[in-house]
């Protein structure tokens, strides 16, 4: 008896040390295109529900429209080419516009709101998420009619040249790339997680 209660210390001893070396929080970056039909998948099924499911606090979130575009500003002016033509280009300047003047929670409600219509970049939709989530969409127009927009997708371009992705969406965990954990968090977002923070958490016992 003695001895099974020893063991059961040693191991209760063990499972205790792993959880408090494990991270409690992770901070995800997600490379994307608001009319990729991947990043569209990725942001709906995957990171919204763990977002939620996990808490911000746990999950915290750096999202970065951008993907394949390309920038030109020979004549003084930033002129954007984006994979998925001019709509995608205007859909990633506003999320931009949105992910610079709103909280994080905002942020992550609205691109779900957006993502999982029919039309992502369309102007009456981006605008009612944006209400939807207490954005205003007045601050939206301010934004992309400044030029700020620009400067905010030519710094997101900035960002994801330095990740330099050979595909979008591309998951970075606390700024670092593994392609074990890109297809982790494509596949299965929520088990990666788990894996990753190892401490007992409700959700990842479903």
Known sequence: ????????ALVLGVATAKYLDAPTSVTLQVYYET???DSIDFLVHQLHPSYVNFGGDVVQVELIPYG????????G??????QHGPEEC?????????????????T???VFCAERSASPANSTILQGC????????TDVEDCLSSGLADDLLSANGNKTKVVDPSFIPTITIDNVYSQDNQ???????KTLLCNILQYPIEYCRC
């Open 183 to 189: 297809d982790g968090a494509i596949k299965h977002l």
């Open 68 to 75: 394949f575009a390309s920038e030109d500003n020979s004549t």
């Open 90 to 106: 205007y859909g990633n300047k506003v999320h931009s516009c949105v992910i610079n003047a709103a909280t994080v929670n905002q």
């Open 77 to 82: 002016e930033k002129v954007f080419t984006c």
């Open 108 to 110: 992550v409600n609205f």
């Open 35 to 37: 009319l990729c039909p």
């Open 1 to 8: 008896m003695l001895k099974f209660v020893s063991l059961l």
């Open 130 to 137: 944006a209400e939807q989530n207490d954005i205003s969409w």
